[in-house]
C-alpha cells in the first residue's frame, strides 16, 4: 500500500556530495521504519542505514558510518540520505525500502522497495 520513487543520484567526484531522496505515496510513511540499500555491479545488495518512523532510532553500515546521514520529513513523506566524501566504492544502485521494525531491516526484512537511483562515484 505504498509507493517508493528514489531521485537525486547521479556521477560525482571522489570527495564530493551527493543528497538522495525517496518518496512515498500513500498513508502508511510515517508510521514506516525506512532504509537505504544499495547493490554494486556484480554483488550482492547490502544494507547502507535505516531510521525509525520516529527519526530518533538511526543504524548505519561501517562504511558509512561518519560519512552519511540519514533523515526523514513525515510531513513531506521523503526520506532522505546525505552522502559527504565519496569515494569510488560508493558507486551502486541505491534503493530505499520501508518495513516495520528498524532492527530488522539491517537483515533485508522490508516489505516495499523502491526502483533505484544510480550513484558513480569517479576516482
Known amino acids: 500500500q505504498v509507493q517508493l520513487v528514489e531521485s537525486g543520484g547521479g556521477m560525482v567526484q571522489t570527495g564530493g556530495s551527493l543528497r538522495l531522496s525517496c518518496t512515498a505515496s500513500g498513508r502508511t510513511f510515517s508510521r514506516s521504519a525506512m532504509s537505504w540499500f544499495r547493490q554494486a555491479p556484480g554483488k550482492e545488495r547490502e544494507f547502507v542505514s535505516s531510521?525509525?518512523?520516529?527519526?530518533?532510532?538511526?543504524y548505519y553500515a561501517g562504511s558509512v558510518e561518519g560519512r552519511f546521514t540519514i533523515s526523514r520529513d513525515n510531513a513531506k513523506n521523503t526520506l532522505y540520505l546525505q552522502m559527504n566524501t565519496l569515494k569510488p566504492e560508493d558507486t551502486a544502485v541505491y534503493y530505499c525500502?520501508?518495513?516495520?521494525?528498524?532492527?530488522?531491516?539491517?537483515?533485508?526484512?522490508?516489505?516495499?522497495w523502491g526502483k533505484g537511483t544510480l550513484v558513480t562515484v569517479s576516482s
Open positions: 531510521i525509525s518512523w520516529s527519526g530518533i532510532t538511526t
Open positions: 525500502a520501508a518495513g516495520t521494525r528498524v532492527g530488522e531491516m539491517r537483515s533485508g526484512r522490508v516489505d516495499y
